[in-house]
């Protein structure tokens, strides 16, 4: 199958500290991002990545850190520093950048929970 | 700031009826936008796609409307089902960025 996984779905962090939330896409897309969504909210921008090694900061991206070492994978850290980070976390890809027709496909996201 | 908003926060219709959802934005460079439907729980599902050279497009059982001159788009979903039970998002990717700017979302419940 051809997709967005992220892992885990349910994940539990106590205060102070850090965690790390998987995404991965079998899609051959380039780029790749990260959204957090709060209850009755829509989508807000963390961090996106256009190629690999490259990424840039998003709306909220205090808090936040990102690597994009492989072209599948794009791993999302909620630092110590992220002072609210309860929410529901999507990662997103997309084919490439220079069509902003390129349609982004979510996965099924991670729910954080700090206890 | 430029932003992408919808009208409603809620929706109610019976189903075998048509839904509207609306949106309004207010870049008027924006030259793209994209609805999504988001189910309980889960990411957030393409569904159809507009480009601003376009005032409408249709695809299976959806329309969206776009009207550039009072800066609004609308999603039309004909003949609504249960399945149809979700929150539908506008989006729309800001200038010079590939991401996606969202809007508050709208809830559309079907009454059987």
């Known amino acids: 199958d051809g997709g967005i996984t992220q892992s885990p779905k349910y994940l539990f962090r106590k205060e102070g500290q850090n965690v790390t939330l998987s995404c991965e896409q079998n899609?051959?897309?380039?780029?790749m991002y990260w959204y957090r969504q709060d209850p009755g909210q829509g989508l807000r921008l963390i961090y996106y990545?256009?190629?690999?090694?490259?990424?840039q900061k998003g709306d909220i991206a205090e808090g936040y850190s990102v690597s994009r070492e492989k072209k599948e994978s794009f791993p999302l850290t909620v630092t110590s520093a992220q002072k609210n980070p309860t929410a529901f976390y999507l990662c997103?890809?997309?084919?490439?950048?220079?069509?902003?027709?390129?349609?982004?496909?979510f996965g099924p996201g991670t729910r954080l929970t700090v206890l | 700031g430029e932003s992408v908003g919808l009208h409603l926060p809620t929706l109610s219709v019976q189903e075998g009826d048509n839904s509207i959802i609306n949106c309004a934005y207010s870049?008027?460079?924006?030259?793209?936008f994209i609805w999504y439907k988001q189910e309980s729980g889960k990411g957030p599902q393409f569904i159809i796609d507009?480009?601003?050279?376009?005032d409408k497009r249709q695809g299976q059982r959806v329309t969206v409307l776009l009207n550039k001159t009072v800066k609004h788009l609308s999603l039309q979903i004909a003949a609504t089902q249960p399945g149809d039970s979700a929150v539908y998002f506008c989006?729309?990717?800001?200038?010079?960025?590939?991401?996606?700017?969202f809007g508050s979302g709208t809830r559309l419940q079907v009454q059987p």
């Open positions: 997103a890809s997309s084919r490439g950048i220079r069509d902003p027709g390129d349609t982004q496909y």
């Open positions: 507009i480009r601003s050279n376009m």
């Open positions: 870049n008027s460079a924006s030259d793209y």
């Open positions: 899609l051959n897309h380039d780029a």
């Open positions: 989006a729309e990717p800001p200038a010079g960025r590939r991401a996606l700017t």
């Open positions: 990545s256009q190629i690999v090694n490259d990424f």
